[in-house]
């Protein structure tokens, strides 16, 4: 084999590798899967590695929330110290390319060998251009547009210095108490794993999504590895208990499309997952993650997740907890402090080798190498850049775009809705959202300034200006507020029904009601869990006051998880959910509510008909007594005090036009192993405009080794119909997608007999197929 001498500079640091082949080098870091499989991005990782001190490595390691330097010089904080010793190889959530600039500065000062500091964040759904909350804009059922917003976002953050990205959240949620419902993408397994590529090719570059060496292109991180949507009672960071098969069949598989979509980081989850703390699950990061999927790259814990196995009692101590989390695979520590301070004594007493401190700092140096850092750490510090594409037209146009999308109609009796603009009309504007603005884009809008987020009435006046739609406003009622330093609602913030009388006389004098309500944003996100899950405050009370009016009432819905609509549902005459739409929320609702956009979203989560259903989501499996509704007194799984069905199921959504779905066919009744064949139906748009429908694909294997669920999502196609407009939806159907864990837990396509609907909701029955797998 060829041997031959290389030469690396590393800010001014030349390294001679003798004898090296050109696949690898001798004594290569042992069991490092490289993410990038590049023989001299490898060889590179270890001529830097074979410099650096035990300290440094572990420095490397290290990860701070960014306030150990504000003015050009370090802070004297403990984080401070660490930087001037080089010892921090991360900082996350600080912002501005020229401050930034500083901070790097201020890392090469210190640090020996000059290496440079990686810059993270979490851009949830947007920079300062915020798009709506994930969950809303899943909603839209749109991939490409879901992968734009994301390439947005990391175009504002990469310009700003932000190299890596603390998203997407590809959490399968199924569980509306929890608050942060609001970062994923609903309930379904495949819907899931779609927007999870999505918006995995989105963060790290639509054109090669595993190439980072552009300045505009950003390291995802796939969160939280795993189970933290299935947190016990729907309280935040509580335990999670499931069975091997439910983990795998439900929520892995996101995940490993991530893998599969190149994603360059995974986030560990706060929550103990059978009794062992995620960031110290060995089953997790190293069989699971690290040798059956073959992930290459980095690990970092969430917000100081190793110090609380200390508090999960999984770990003794602060130390014991850095044992833990290394022999698990963790490659960095959020904030915790446990392998800066704790990792060398480990190292000394043979607790840790050296060798597994290695792997992880060559995961983070190729992070580093990727993303062109070596070769110039101020590459992502580009305040022209930043100038230009931040909030620049484009994107809010975009922004503007996705929120009309997410925006679901629940409701419109009697089609009240649209308020078109040409129809002389009163409408009386109640609500606390009607002028509410800092709630509009919702949690985790890192850099989304609150102030410049347009609000409903702003958006309203901008669309019917010179119509023949005139507006009066009354507020009615305001939202109650969470007090973040008790986690209560705030005494002092307890809604009165003071202003209840004026918004019941503007009522009176109106044709339509037109009324906004929802959470106040700090009610969902993170450490936002609820027990109770209707309107908050007295806006129900309000409702009521305002049905006995007569007029017809449109309810907007602004929050962040679905909600128990009951009441609403069977009194109100329209409902639109419109989530938290971002800073273009008051145009794109109004866009909806005028009818310039005809709403198509779907839900991506069930909305119940109360707490006491959940968890309800629609591929359940049944039991061995399911509700008949032709005997109902039979003793069957049901309640005595509410339907076993939903208030909304997943799927659902209205529009101001209709479609019609007919002559549904498949092209065999049997699908041979290894073939396939095609499932159709004609949709027709039967009504007056033109309209978008999600149509969907469901399956069921009748039969199976072990119990399936009643159906599955398989595919969904987005379509455009004009006013009377029929096209042909196809489906291709083939053995991958009938594969389920048998009971033996093997990923197999059973033959057998199989269900197939193509439908306008989980809950439509009406164009059922079927079809056999055979061998």
């Given at each position: 084999?060829?041997?031959?001498?290389?030469?690396?500079?590393?800010?001014?640091?030349?390294?001679?590798?003798?004898?090296?082949?050109?696949?690898?080098?001798?004594?290569?870091?042992?069991?490092?899967?490289?993410?990038?499989?590049?023989?001299?991005?490898?060889?590179?990782?270890?001529?830097?590695?074979?410099?650096?001190?035990?300290?440094?490595?572990?420095?490397?390691?290290?990860?701070?929330?960014?306030?150990?330097?504000?003015?050009?010089?370090?802070?004297?904080?403990?984080?401070?110290?660490?930087?001037?010793?080089?010892?921090?190889?991360?900082?996350?959530?600080?912002?501005?390319?020229?401050?930034?600039?500083?901070?790097?500065?201020?890392?090469?000062?210190?640090?020996?060998?000059?290496?440079?500091?990686?810059?993270?964040?979490?851009?949830?759904?947007?920079?300062?251009?915020?798009?709506?909350?994930?969950?809303?804009?899943?909603?839209?059922?749109?991939?490409?547009?879901?992968?734009?917003?994301?390439?947005?976002?990391?175009?504002?953050?990469?310009?700003?210095?932000?190299?890596?990205?603390?998203?997407?959240?590809?959490?399968?949620?199924?569980?509306?108490?929890?608050?942060?419902?609001?970062?994923?993408?609903?309930?379904?397994?495949?819907?899931?794993?779609?927007?999870?590529?999505?918006?995995?090719?989105?963060?790290?570059?639509?054109?090669?999504?595993?190439?980072?060496?552009?300045?505009?292109?950003?390291?995802?991180?796939?969160?939280?590895?795993?189970?933290?949507?299935?947190?016990?009672?729907?309280?935040?960071?509580?335990?999670?208990?499931?069975?091997?098969?439910?983990?795998?069949?439900?929520?892995?598989?996101?995940?490993?499309?991530?893998?599969?979509?190149?994603?360059?980081?995974?986030?560990?989850?706060?929550?103990?997952?059978?009794?062992?703390?995620?960031?110290?699950?060995?089953?997790?990061?190293?069989?699971?993650?690290?040798?059956?999927?073959?992930?290459?790259?980095?690990?970092?814990?969430?917000?100081?997740?190793?110090?609380?196995?200390?508090?999960?009692?999984?770990?003794?101590?602060?130390?014991?907890?850095?044992?833990?989390?290394?022999?698990?695979?963790?490659?960095?520590?959020?904030?915790?402090?446990?392998?800066?301070?704790?990792?060398?004594?480990?190292?000394?007493?043979?607790?840790?080798?050296?060798?597994?401190?290695?792997?992880?700092?060559?995961?983070?140096?190729?992070?580093?190498?990727?993303?062109?850092?070596?070769?110039?750490?101020?590459?992502?510090?580009?305040?022209?850049?930043?100038?230009?594409?931040?909030?620049?037209?484009?994107?809010?146009?975009?922004?503007?775009?996705?929120?009309?999308?997410?925006?679901?109609?629940?409701?419109?009796?009697?089609?009240?809705?649209?308020?078109?603009?040409?129809?002389?009309?009163?409408?009386?504007?109640?609500?606390?959202?009607?002028?509410?603005?800092?709630?509009?884009?919702?949690?985790?809008?890192?850099?989304?300034?609150?102030?410049?987020?347009?609000?409903?009435?702003?958006?309203?006046?901008?669309?019917?200006?010179?119509?023949?739609?005139?507006?009066?406003?009354?507020?009615?009622?305001?939202?109650?507020?969470?007090?973040?330093?008790?986690?209560?609602?705030?005494?002092?913030?307890?809604?009165?029904?003071?202003?209840?009388?004026?918004?019941?006389?503007?009522?009176?004098?109106?044709?339509?009601?037109?009324?906004?309500?929802?959470?106040?944003?700090?009610?969902?996100?993170?450490?936002?869990?609820?027990?109770?899950?209707?309107?908050?405050?007295?806006?129900?009370?309000?409702?009521?006051?305002?049905?006995?009016?007569?007029?017809?009432?449109?309810?907007?819905?602004?929050?962040?998880?679905?909600?128990?609509?009951?009441?609403?549902?069977?009194?109100?005459?329209?409902?639109?959910?419109?989530?938290?739409?971002?800073?273009?929320?008051?145009?794109?609702?109004?866009?909806?509510?005028?009818?310039?956009?005809?709403?198509?979203?779907?839900?991506?989560?069930?909305?119940?008909?109360?707490?006491?259903?959940?968890?309800?989501?629609?591929?359940?499996?049944?039991?061995?007594?399911?509700?008949?509704?032709?005997?109902?007194?039979?003793?069957?799984?049901?309640?005595?005090?509410?339907?076993?069905?939903?208030?909304?199921?997943?799927?659902?959504?209205?529009?101001?036009?209709?479609?019609?779905?007919?002559?549904?066919?498949?092209?065999?009744?049997?699908?041979?192993?290894?073939?396939?064949?095609?499932?159709?139906?004609?949709?027709?748009?039967?009504?007056?405009?033109?309209?978008?429908?999600?149509?969907?694909?469901?399956?069921?294997?009748?039969?199976?080794?072990?119990?399936?669920?009643?159906?599955?999502?398989?595919?969904?196609?987005?379509?455009?119909?004009?006013?009377?407009?029929?096209?042909?939806?196809?489906?291709?159907?083939?053995?991958?997608?009938?594969?389920?864990?048998?009971?033996?837990?093997?990923?197999?396509?059973?033959?057998?007999?199989?269900?197939?609907?193509?439908?306008?909701?989980?809950?439509?029955?009406?164009?059922?197929?079927?079809?056999?797998?055979?061998e």
């Open positions: 084999m060829k041997k031959s001498k290389i030469l690396i500079v590393v800010f001014g640091f030349v390294v001679t590798l003798g004898a090296c082949s050109e696949v690898g080098i001798a004594g290569k870091t042992p069991d490092w899967k490289s993410y990038s499989g590049d023989p001299v991005i490898e060889r590179k990782v270890d001529s830097v590695l074979n410099l650096m001190t035990l300290e440094e490595k572990i420095g490397q390691m290290n990860q701070y929330s960014g306030n150990f330097a504000t003015t050009g010089e370090v802070a004297d904080t403990k984080s401070g110290e660490y930087l001037k010793k080089g010892m921090i190889g991360s900082t996350f959530n600080v912002f501005g390319a020229d401050h930034l600039r500083m901070l790097q500065e201020q890392n090469l000062k210190h640090s020996r060998l000059k290496i440079p500091m990686l810059f993270a964040a979490d851009v949830i759904h947007g920079l300062e251009t915020t798009f709506p909350i994930p969950l809303a804009e899943a909603c839209s059922w749109d991939l490409e547009l879901m992968e734009k917003s994301a390439r947005i976002a990391a175009e504002e953050a990469t310009a700003s210095g932000v190299a890596w990205n603390f998203a997407p959240m590809i959490d399968i949620g199924r569980d509306p108490r929890w608050g942060r419902v609001m970062e994923g993408a609903g309930e379904d397994v495949y819907l899931g794993t779609q927007v999870a590529r999505a918006r995995v090719r989105g963060f790290q570059g639509i054109e090669d999504y595993t190439d980072l060496s552009k300045p505009n292109t950003m390291m995802a991180c796939a969160k939280h590895f795993v189970g933290y949507g299935a947190a016990q009672a729907g309280r935040d960071y509580h335990s999670v208990d499931m069975s091997d098969r439910m983990l795998h069949e439900t929520y892995l598989p996101p995940f490993k499309a991530a893998v599969e979509e190149g994603v360059a980081s995974f986030m560990t989850a706060f929550n103990t997952l059978n009794g062992v703390p995620c960031t110290g699950n060995k089953y997790l990061f190293k069989e699971i993650l690290r040798d059956r999927w073959n992930f290459g790259g980095m690990v970092v814990t969430d917000y100081t997740a190793i110090m609380e196995m200390v508090a999960h009692a999984f770990a003794k101590d602060l130390k014991h907890a850095a044992d833990l989390a290394i022999d698990a695979g963790i490659d960095m520590d959020m904030i915790s402090e446990a392998f800066v301070t704790h990792l060398k004594e480990l190292v000394e007493e043979g607790d840790v080798s050296e060798e597994q401190i290695d792997v992880a700092v060559s995961r983070i140096l190729e992070m580093k190498f990727l993303l062109g850092l070596f070769d110039d750490p101020f590459r992502y510090f580009d305040a022209e850049r930043q100038q230009k594409v931040v909030m620049n037209p484009e994107h809010l146009k975009i922004a503007r775009e996705a929120a009309q999308r997410s925006i679901v109609l629940l409701k419109n009796e009697g089609n009240v809705l649209p308020l078109t603009k040409n129809e002389s009309k009163r409408v009386a504007l109640i609500g606390p959202f009607v002028k509410e603005r800092e709630s509009l884009n919702g949690e985790w809008a890192i850099k989304g300034d609150r102030n410049k987020s347009v609000t409903l009435l702003e958006g309203l006046e901008a669309k019917y200006d010179g119509s023949r739609v005139k507006f009066t406003y009354a507020q009615g009622t305001t939202l109650p507020l969470i007090d973040r330093s008790t986690q209560k609602v705030s005494v002092r913030e307890v809604p009165d029904r003071s202003g209840f009388g004026e918004a019941v006389n503007v009522a009176r004098n109106s044709d339509v009601i037109l009324v906004a309500m929802g959470e106040d944003y700090h009610w969902s996100g993170e450490a936002a869990s609820r027990t109770d899950i209707t309107l908050p405050g007295n806006q129900r009370e309000l409702l009521k006051e305002l049905k006995k009016t007569g007029k017809p009432i449109v309810l907007v819905l602004f929050n962040g998880r679905p909600l128990d609509l009951s009441w609403e549902e069977e009194n109100v005459d329209a409902i639109v959910e419109a989530w938290y739409p971002g800073m273009m929320s008051g145009h794109a609702v109004s866009d909806v509510l005028s009818g310039d956009y005809n709403p198509s979203a779907k839900l991506v989560m069930t909305f119940p008909r109360n707490v006491g259903q959940i968890p309800v989501f629609y591929n359940m499996k049944n039991t061995g007594r399911p509700f008949d509704a032709e005997h109902p007194a039979d003793y069957r799984s049901s309640y005595i005090d509410s339907p076993n069905s939903p208030l909304y199921p997943f799927g659902y959504g209205l529009s101001y036009t209709t479609f019609k779905y007919a002559n549904a066919k498949i092209s065999s009744d049997k699908l041979q192993v290894g073939g396939s064949l095609t499932a159709s139906v004609e949709v027709t748009n039967t009504g007056d405009v033109s309209g978008e429908e999600v149509v969907q694909l469901y399956l069921r294997d009748r039969v199976g080794s072990v119990v399936r669920p009643v159906k599955e999502l398989k595919g969904f196609k987005k379509i455009h119909l004009k006013a009377g407009e029929t096209k042909m939806v196809e489906f291709s159907i083939d053995e991958e997608m009938l594969k389920m864990y048998n009971i033996d837990m093997e990923w197999v396509a059973e033959p057998g007999e199989f269900d197939l609907w193509i439908a306008t909701s989980s809950a439509d029955e009406a164009n059922h197929l079927e079809f056999s797998l055979v």
